[in-house]
């Protein structure tokens, strides 16, 4: 189902909404390929919106909090927004401070992307010209959302450049099992399986692997909930206005790797990827405005599971000239 919503300085901006046998659906927009809605039922079969969004369309033009998007080039952050690999260096925006934050001032995020459904699938392409964002090479991405009929948002990513340069993408969705915003996401509990993850410097940016034993804060292998995280005093807490923005290193690959349960709806989340990585958010700089899900925003309003490479590491996401970039993440919506 495609339906006009708006009309951006870019141009018209439309919705697209997929659905599964079970009921449970999706709608996206050709901006930013962001998901607005995701309808999944709780316990008592109610189905509701289950990520957060913006109540007035057009303020995903400029999205603060990169509500349900994919971001890239590179998602998270790039010290001193400079990306440096085999002997070159290309300044990028500096959106965040004197940093560079997910693929810059509009990366993919802000861009109007070509949709085509098919069935219970979404596709949304994008030529990225060379120079776009000053990053180098023309790239191709495809994304591709589809519900299967067990409840699974299954996320696809390719690319392909014509020339060798960084790719990490990642999609920005808030997660909130309450549904319809009714609650903040303190209540949630959140299991990883990571036994490593980043510590932060003052900008955000990742610096040390630490072994999450050395900090129990960030130890969630048995689960725990986020309000217990947000209380404790650690001083990486407090670095991010109070919660989670840290990349975590998963123990395995293409296995389950996170799970968030609410307890009072008996919604729950699992996560598998091939990704290696995890940034995890808690929604610490949510602010009352712009509002959000029916005039409700507030710190905490949703938790965002960025699977990716580790930001900054440019290295280890150089997508060498003809090669295809390919990832996918599953997540699975059920029932305690």
């Known amino acids: ?79 001193d927004a400079m990306l440096k690999f085999r002997d070159q260096e290309f300044q990028l925006d500096k959106n965040d401070g004197n940093n560079h934050l997910h693929g810059g001032e509009k990366g993919l995020a802000k861009r109007i992307w070509d949709v085509t459904q098919k069935d219970n699938t979404l596709i949304f392409e994008y030529f990225s010209a060379d120079g776009e964002d000053n990053y180098p090479g023309d790239v191709q991405f495809k994304i591709s959302y589809t519900l299967s009929d067990s409840n699974q948002l299954i996320i696809h990513y390719w690319a392909l450049p014509n020339e060798t340069t960084p790719i990490n993408l990642t999609n920005h969705s808030y997660f909130n099992l309450t549904g319809n915003l009714k609650r903040n996401i303190l209540g949630h509990h959140l299991t990883v399986a990571s036994s490593k993850f980043y510590e932060l410097d003052e900008e955000s940016i990742p610096l040390d692997v630490k072994s999450v034993e050395s900090r129990p804060t960030f130890d969630f292998r048995k689960g725990k909930l986020l309000n217990e995280m947000i209380a404790d005093s650690d001083d990486q807490i407090n670095l991010v206005g109070g919660g989670l923005d840290h990349p975590f290193i998963f123990d395995k690959w293409n296995e389950e790797k996170v799970v968030l349960v609410d307890q009072l709806s008996g919604r729950s989340l699992h996560v598998k990827t091939d990704d290696p990585a995890i940034v995890i958010y808690s929604g610490n700089q949510v602010k009352q405005s712009p509002l959000l899900n029916k005039g409700k925003a507030e710190k905490y309003a949703g938790i965002c599971l960025e699977t990716q490479m580790p930001p900054n590491e440019t290295k280890s996401y150089i997508v060498e000239k003809g090669n295809v970039y390919e990832k996918q993440t599953t997540f699975t919506f059920g029932i305690l």
């Open 1 to 79: 189902m495609k339906k006009k919503v708006a009309t951006f300085s870019d141009g018209d901006v439309y919705s697209y909404k997929i659905e599964n046998s079970q009921g449970m659906s999706l709608t996206a927009i050709n901006f930013g390929a962001a998901i607005t809605e995701i309808l999944v039922p709780d316990q008592e079969g109610v189905k509701e919106n289950v990520v957060i969004h913006y109540d007035d369309i057009s303020l995903y033009e400029t999205n603060p909090h990169y509500l349900g998007v994919v971001v890239g080039r590179t998602s998270g952050r790039t010290k």
